[in-house]
C-alpha cells in the first residue's frame, strides 16, 4: 500500500514539471561528454529556463504531492521531483559551471562564422506572391551555404553560435536569423500547391540524362578529355542534385506533408542514381584509361568465356599448367578463335591482358606445349579405378590372334571412366579402330576410313564368360566393374567371340577429340590387338577344363586355340 501511495504521488508531480522538464539536470550531469554537456547548458542557459529556480520552489509549495515527497525526503534518482529539487538546490553551482563550458564557444562561433556573411546579401520579400517567375527568381538559393542555412535555421546549422551569443553580441546572427526569417515565411510555408507542382516539374526539367556519365572513348585521349569534364567543378552539383540545384533544393524544401509521397519518393530516388552515376565516372576517371579498357573487354564477352583471358604471363610452373588446363578446353578454344571486340585488341596489344588467339606471340608456344602438359598431369584415383593413359592397336600380318594376356606389368586396365587423351596407332587403309559392346552375343570389331576418333565403350559387367572353338578349353574370367572388349579381326585371322551374361553396356563415344595424336605406319593391312606370330595360345591350367580370373591381383592367363 505505501509503495503504491509513493508511486501515485511521484506521478502526479512528475506532471507538475512538465514545462520545464528540459530546465532539469541531475545530480549525474558532470560525466557527460563534452557534446552532452553543451546540449545540457545550452537549454539550461535559455531563455525558457530563466527563473526555473523561482518556478520549481513553486511548485513544490503549491503542488501536494510535491509538498509530501519534500517532507518524507523521497529520492529516485529517475523521478522528476528528485531532478526538480536537485536544480532548485544547486541552481548557482549549475549556472556557472555552464558558464565555463559555453564561453569556450565564443571563440568556436567566431570561426563558424566566416563566410555567412554573404547570406546577408538574399533577400526574399516578394512584391508579388502570386508570380510564379518571381516566386522562383527570389527563392532559388545558388548559394549552398547559405541554402542550407536558411533551410534547416540557425540553431541546427550553428548551435555553437546560437550559446555564445548570450556571452557576446552578435549583430550578423541577428541579421542572419531575421533574413532566416523571411525565406520561411515567402518560399516555404503557405506555398500553393499549384506552385508546388511548376517547382517539382521544373526540377525534373534539370535533371541530367544518364548517359552524361557514360564514358565511351576509343582512344586515350578521348578518355582524358571526357574525364576533364567529369571531374570539373561545373559536374560537381550532381553530387546530390536536391542540394546543388537551386530549383530541385526548392522542390526538396516544399515536401513539408502537403504533396504527393510518390513525388517525393521519385526525386529522391533520381537523386540517389544520378549521384551513383557521377560517382561511378569519377572512379573510372582515377583509375585511368588501361583499366578502363579492362573493365569494357570483360563486360562484353560472354560470361563463359571470361575466365578464357588471363591477366598475364604465368608467374611460376603451377600458374603455367593452371593457364594450359583453360587454354586447352573447348569453349576457351573457340574463343580464341573469334574476333576480339575493340577493348580486347588494344589490352591484347598492350600486354595488359593475355589473349591468346593464334595471331598472339606466345600462342604456338601454349598450343605446343600445353596438350602434353596437361595430359602427363592426370593422375589415376585410387582403388579399383584408373584413368586409361592410352589403347595402342598393332597390326602384324599374323593368320591367328592371341588373346589378351592379363599380367601386373603390361595388362590394360578397362575402367569405368573414359579420357579425350588416346594415342592411337593406324594404318593408311583403315585409320579407325571401333571396338563396341552390344547386348547379343558376339561384337564384331570392323575397320572404317576416314576417321579420326577412337570409340571405346565400356560396360559394368560383372563377369565375362569367354569361350573358344574346336577343342579349346574354356576360361572363365571374373572381373568387378571391368570393361570388356570383343574384337574379331579379318583378312585370314580367326576370330574370337566373348559372350557377356548379365552385363549392362555402356556406349560411350569421343568424337571431335583434339587430344589425338595419330601415328601412321606403312604397309599394314590389319589391326589386331596385342598379336603377335605365334599360332597357338598356351593356357596354364592344372587338370581343370575352367580358370577363374580375377584381374585386380592375378599375374596372367594364356588360353590355346586349337584348329
Keep these: ?105 565564443v571563440d568556436e562561433c567566431d570561426k563558424e562564422l566566416e563566410g555567412y556573411e554573404e547570406c546577408l546579401n538574399y533577400s526574399f520579400n516578394m512584391n508579388d506572391k502570386n508570380n510564379y517567375n518571381e516566386f522562383i527568381k527570389t527563392c532559388s538559393i545558388d548559394n549552398i551555404k547559405c541554402q542550407t542555412l536558411f533551410l534547416k535555421g540557425l540553431s541546427e546549422v550553428l548551435p555553437v553560435c546560437y550559446s555564445a551569443k548570450h556571452y557576446k553580441q552578435y549583430n550578423i546572427l541577428d541579421k542572419l536569423e531575421k533574413v532566416g526569417k523571411e525565406y520561411q515565411e515567402n518560399c516555404k510555408e503557405n506555398i500553393s500547391e499549384e506552385f508546388q507542382v511548376k517547382v517539382i516539374e521544373d526540377c525534373q526539367k534539370e535533371i541530367p540524362d544518364e548517359s552524361l556519365f557514360y564514358i565511351d ?80 573487354c570483360v563486360y562484353y564477352l560472354n560470361s563463359k568465356y571470361q575466365e578464357c583471358i588471363f591477366e598475364g604471363l604465368p608467374a611460376d610452373d603451377d600458374d603455367f599448367y593452371y593457364q594450359c588446363i583453360l587454354f586447352t578446353e573447348d569453349k576457351c578454344q573457340e574463343f580464341y578463335h573469334e574476333p576480339l571486340s575493340e577493348e580486347c585488341s588494344i589490352l591484347q596489344e598492350k600486354d595488359l591482358l593475355l589473349i591468346l588467339t593464334p595471331s598472339h606471340y606466345k600462342w604456338q608456344e601454349y598450343n605446343d606445349k600445353c596438350f602434353d602438359l596437361v595430359e602427363s598431369k ?4 585410387p582403388g579399383k579405378s584408373t584413368t586409361i593413359k592410352s589403347v595402342e592397336a598393332t597390326s602384324t600380318k599374323s593368320k591367328s590372334v592371341k588373346s589378351p594376356t592379363t599380367t601386373k ?26 571396338p563396341t559392346i552390344t547386348k547379343s552375343k558376339s561384337v564384331k570389331s570392323t575397320t572404317t576410313k576416314k576417321s579420326k576418333s577412337v570409340k571405346l565403350t565400356t560396360t559394368k559387367s560383372k563377369s565375362v564368360k569367354s569361350t573358344t572353338t574346336k577343342k579349346s578349353k574354356s576360361i572363365k574370367s571374373t572381373t568387378t566393374k571391368s570393361k570388356s572388349v570383343k574384337s574379331t579381326t579379318t583378312k585370314k585371322s580367326k576370330s574370337i567371340k566373348s559372350t557377356t551374361t548379365k552385363s549392362k553396356s555402356v556406349k560411350k563415344t569421343t568424337t571431335k577429340s583434339k587430344l589425338v595424336k595419330p601415328t601412321t605406319t606403312k604397309k599394314s593391312k590389319s589391326v589386331k590387338p596385342t598379336t603377335s606370330k605365334s599360332k597357338t595360345v598356351k593356357s596354364k591350367t592344372s587338370k581343370s577344363k575352367s580358370v577363374k580370373k580375377t584381374t585386380t591381383r592375378s599375374k596372367s592367363v594364356k588360353t590355346t586355340t586349337k584348329k
Design 1 to 105: 500500500m505505501c509503495n503504491d501511495a509513493l508511486n501515485y504521488h511521484s506521478n502526479e508531480c512528475d506532471d507538475a514539471f512538465q514545462n520545464d522538464y528540459d530546465c532539469l539536470i541531475n545530480n549525474y550531469y558532470k560525466g557527460s561528454d563534452d557534446e552532452s554537456l553543451k546540449e545540457i547548458c545550452l537549454k539550461f542557459k535559455s531563455e525558457k529556463c530563466l527563473n526555473v529556480q523561482n518556478r520549481i520552489n513553486e511548485t513544490i509549495n503549491t503542488n501536494p504531492s510535491c509538498s509530501l515527497l519534500q517532507q518524507i525526503e523521497f529520492s529516485n534518482e529517475y523521478n522528476g521531483f528528485n531532478n526538480a529539487y536537485f536544480t532548485m538546490t544547486h541552481y548557482d553551482e549549475i549556472s556557472d559551471f555552464c558558464v565555463d563550458i559555453l564561453s569556450s564557444s
Design 217 to 296: 572513348a576509343s582512344s586515350e585521349e578521348e578518355f582524358n578529355e571526357i574525364c576533364r569534364v567529369i571531374q570539373s567543378k561545373e559536374y560537381e552539383k550532381y553530387e546530390s542534385i536536391m542540394e546543388y540545384i537551386p530549383i530541385c533544393n526548392l522542390a526538396s524544401s516544399m515536401f513539408n506533408g502537403n504533396n504527393d509521397d510518390s513525388s517525393e519518393n521519385e526525386l529522391e530516388i533520381t537523386n540517389f542514381q544520378i549521384k551513383n552515376l557521377y560517382h561511378d565516372g569519377l572512379k573510372d576517371c582515377n583509375e585511368g584509361y588501361d583499366l578502363y579498357l579492362a573493365k569494357g
Design 378 to 381: 592426370r593422375v589415376p584415383k
Design 409 to 434: 606389368e603390361k595388362s590394360v586396365r578397362k575402367t569405368t571412366t573414359t579420357t579425350k587423351l588416346v594415342k592411337t596407332t593406324t594404318t593408311k587403309k583403315s585409320k579407325s579402330v571401333k
